[in-house]
């Protein structure tokens, strides 16, 4: 039997996909990344770009943290189109109850290593001048960032090239079998290993995963410094993230490093366009409005849509797929690939090299969905 051209064979260059890239090559591991499109140019350019702790689960906390501190230490390397910044989040309580909700996220960051800082009304204006009245309070978490998607996937399949990946983009990876992907003009890339890093698309390589499109709106304004200095979303936000049906808008709203202010966000299953629809735009930045009404006074200068891949139980596919030991899904992180980016990389090396994962990989594996089991 001819041995395989490369160890690994990534489909997608979306930011999970450059990650592993990145993250395999490193370790020494022959790898190709095949791109239908550009690199970074499906969800991963449709993002915030948030870099966030999240706690809707112990599985959910555990990837999200570990990846937030592979960012910051990848930070210092970073060139300055990436844009990452620490500004920290704060999550806006509009009620006693929300409040109740910040005093107990305070508690599960302490308990975790977590700086978090419970903020009253005043604390709060202070911080977000242009926020409304009246609002109760909120959480700041200081050590949340964003980053600019786009250049930040270039950034990681640079380094990944830099240590002999090879990138083939414009050549759609239309099946995977146990020699490798088999591209759409018919060419076969042979391959030991297939990682499916297809986002939103995955179920096309892989049919009958588990991942479903929830798609999203975003709009961006004009140049306005200081408008908003902090990632802010509302806790009402967690409310509608839940939700695995129904459509619904929040506010989260986040500062870019140009003084440009981004706008979310939006969640629609069923879906299948990805055409600015006015209604949802309109709904979504009304929603904004009621939290920051000096929003009313900026312009924007574009608006757009983007596809979460989203899973069942809101945790990320990562791992071999059972009862296909030659194919690996690194998918599914619904609104959290780009925070979870690193962290799934990492996760998939390990079991590729069979090495010790410094968190707990079972949560992850995609043999959990087959058997019934919800780690949410």
């Not at 270039?154 to 088999?182: S, T």
Request: hydrophobic share 40%; charged share 20%; proline share 7%.
């Amino acid at each position: 039997m001819t041995p395989a051209a490369f160890d690994v064979a990534i489909v997608g260059a979306g930011i999970v996909g450059a990650a592993c890239a990145a993250e395999c090559a490193q370790a020494g591991m022959r790898v190709v990344v095949i791109e239908r499109d550009l690199v970074g140019g499906g969800a991963t350019s449709a993002g915030m770009g948030h870099i966030v702790v999240m706690d809707d689960s112990e599985a959910q906390f555990a990837l999200t943290r570990y990846s937030q501190n592979l960012w910051n230490e990848l930070s210092s390397q970073f060139p300055a189109d990436v844009e990452f910044e620490r500004c920290g989040t704060i999550w806006v309580a509009a009620d006693d109850e929300e409040m109740a909700e910040v005093r107990r996220k305070q508690g599960f960051c302490e308990a975790r290593g977590v700086p978090a800082e419970i903020l009253d009304a005043k604390a709060l204006e202070e911080a977000e001048p242009n926020l409304r009245t009246g609002l109760m309070g909120g959480l700041l978490v200081p050590e949340d960032g964003v980053v600019y998607p786009p250049c930040a996937a270039r950034y990681l399949l640079e380094r990944a090239k830099d240590r002999g990946a090879v990138v083939r983009l414009g050549q759609p990876a239309i099946e995977a079998n146990r020699e490798g992907p088999r591209l759409r003009d018919g060419t076969l890339v042979p391959a030991r290993v297939t990682v499916n890093a297809g986002g939103a698309s995955s179920p096309s390589l892989t049919p009958g995963v588990e991942v479903q499109k929830r798609k999203g709106h975003l709009v961006i304004t004009d140049r306005y410094p200081r408008f908003v200095h902090h990632q802010l979303v509302e806790l009402g936000y967690l409310k509608s993230a839940h939700s695995l049906t129904s459509d619904s808008v929040a506010f989260n709203i986040q500062p870019r490093r140009t003084g440009q202010v981004l706008i979310g966000s939006s969640r629609q299953y069923g879906v299948d366009d990805l055409k600015v629809e006015p209604f949802m735009l309109q709904k979504m930045l009304q929603r904004a409005r009621e939290y920051m009404p000096g929003l009313s006074r900026l312009s924007a200068i574009r608006a757009w849509t983007g596809f979460r891949p989203a899973t069942p139980d809101k945790l990320p596919l990562i791992g071999p797929c059972p009862g296909q030991e030659w194919l690996y899904l690194a998918t599914g992180h619904e609104g959290l690939g780009i925070t979870t980016s690193l962290g799934t990389a990492k996760l998939l090396a390990d079991q590729l090299l069979n090495r010790p994962a410094q968190i707990p990989v079972e949560p992850y594996l995609p043999a959990r969905t087959k058997q019934g089991s919800t780690h949410a």
